[in-house]
């Protein structure tokens, strides 16, 4: 069976978008890679539509507030 479907590049690992119904776990499959036709910045499918380096300065932002949590604050 062949088919085609999207899949999202996360922290090494690749996670489709949608569930790979007829697929058994485990199972090892050959993956051809292409880009999304219009695929931009990461940001661009979470905030909408904006340029890749506005996208990139949100990311930045996010990132440096992260960096200023304390995990204790969590409890």
Known sequence: MTRRLEAIF??????????????AESSRVVINL????????????????????DAAEMQRIIEEEFEQVDPRDWR
């Open 10 to 23: 996360e922290n090494g690992v690749l996670r489709p978008v949608t569930p790979l119904e007829g697929v």
């Open 34 to 53: 292409e880009p999304c036709q219009g695929a931009g910045h990461p940001f661009v499918n979470s905030f909408g539509i904006m340029p890749d380096e």
